[in-house]
């Protein structure tokens, strides 16, 4: 087990007056500005800034590790926008390979789980024409109905958003019908990245940065939780991603409604980007670092496991991340499609303790929103 960590060797022993500065910033729970947090990225090498965010996720987070029980399900893969770092959606190319689950087949997903311990579903798709916010409702009810335990996490701001044009309904309006259809929380999807211009290259039809913070907010305004992501690692610049970044500790701070921070890393097979290269592993490990350090007002840093592969999950949680998210019972596409090297991912409850007891944390099952559901010694084998 990890002991509790302390900054003053690091800070005794570092001569740069910045990387000084920053290290007794972040002792003192200060938090960091724009211009140290973008200086942090072009200057900072691994080591400092792992010291740096592993004080943070132990002041937060102790040496908990996080993960859940969890299954996706994806309505389709047919959408109607074109984000040109998609390796997934089928309207555009390749038609045939799509797909179009009906409300009854999604019940017989969730009717699968049936008898098994999964706390949570997660529902994201392609953005499909004919599949409106009176159909998901009904999706919603027959899932609430059926299993009332199961969160229901769905819809990225994305999806949301055309479903409550073509309703012809406000934010608020939609949130609440859905919410009263059985919708419990937001995922963190189609944040991508916020900065307009760039946001414009990759993903340039589909909801604005506004409309997806808006989204977020008035979500929490009605008392429901929500993720945020950042697609990182393509055209953007480090000031683009500490702009994202800032954009969502802004919300933060007025809504405290999301549950943690999800940085993805770009995958580049088979789509419109496939000319740029993915990022390191260093670099992937800088990015939860000083995602850890700049978010101080978020209480969770997660490491996606089926993007960013098992090894590097792991090795994440030296490096601020304290959620690995969950099981997934090889039921997302996502990013098997984009290139990762997670072609049918799925881990047994075993394996995810496995996973985070070798890395030296605890392993602690979680429901959405954080609730512990049992804490595992490091080392147990389940
Ligand atoms: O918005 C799509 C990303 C997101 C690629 O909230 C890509 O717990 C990398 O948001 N390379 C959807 N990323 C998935 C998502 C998510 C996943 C897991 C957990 C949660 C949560 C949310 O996937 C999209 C986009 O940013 N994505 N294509 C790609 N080629
Ligand atoms: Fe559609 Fe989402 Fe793919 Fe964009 S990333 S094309 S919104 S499925």
Not at 1 to 12: F, G
Not at 44 to 49: D, I, Y
Not at 339 to 349: D, F, I, K, V, Y
Request: charged content about 25%.
């Amino acid at each position: 087990m990890i002991a509790p960590i302390s900054l003053e060797i690091l800070i005794n022993n570092t001569a740069n007056k910045f990387f000084k500065h920053i290290a007794e910033k972040v002792q003192n729970s200060e938090r960091i500005s724009f211009n140290e947090g973008v200086q942090l990225f072009y200057e900072a090498e691994l080591g400092f800034l792992g010291a740096l965010a592993h004080f943070v996720r132990y002041k937060k987070n102790g040496s908990h590790t996080y993960f859940n029980r969890n299954f996706h399900i994806e309505p389709t893969n047919v959408c109607v926008f074109a984000c040109k770092f998609c390796s997934y959606s089928r309207l555009y190319k390749n038609r045939e390979e799509g797909w179009e689950l009906s409300a009854s087949q999604m019940l017989d997903l969730v009717k699968a789980y049936d008898g098994k311990p999964v706390t949570e579903v997660h529902i994201v798709g392609g953005v499909h024409p004919k599949m409106d916010i009176h159909f998901f409702a009904d999706v919603l009810r027959s899932i609430k109905t059926h299993r009332p335990d199961l969160h229901i996490k769905g819809f990225t701001s994305v999806e949301l958003d055309y479903m409550f044009r073509k309703a012809n309904m406000t934010t608020a309006e939609g949130l609440t019908y859905l919410k009263e259809a059985g919708l419990q929380s937001l995922p963190g999807g189609g944040a991508e990245i916020f900065d307009e211009t760039i946001r414009q290259q990759i993903a340039g039809d589909k909801c604005s940065s506004k409309q997806w913070l808006e989204i977020h907010r008035t979500a929490h305004n009605l008392g429901m939780h929500s993720n945020a992501t950042m697609l990182y690692g393509h055209i953007e610049k480090y000031e683009h991603r500490i702009d994202h970044m800032n954009r969502l500790r802004n919300v933060q701070d007025e809504t405290k409604g999301f549950n943690t921070f999800i940085p993805l890393k770009f995958r580049n097979k088979d789509n419109e980007m496939s000319h740029i290269n993915e990022t390191t592993t260093v670099e992937d490990l800088k990015n939860y670092a000083i995602s850890r350090i700049y978010m101080d007002n978020f209480n969770h840093i997660k490491a996606y496991w089926p993007m960013i592969g098992r090894q590097t999950a792991q090795m994440s949680l030296s490096f601020g991340v304290d959620d690995m998210d969950g099981t997934i019972d090889d039921s997302t596409k996502i990013y098997s499609m984009a290139g990762s090297e997670e072609q049918n991912p799925t881990l047994s409850t075993a394996e995810l303790v496995q996973l985070i007891s070798e890395a030296g944390f605890i392993p602690v099952e979680r429901d959405t929103l954080y609730n512990v559901i049992q804490k595992f010694s490091p080392t147990a084998v389940v």
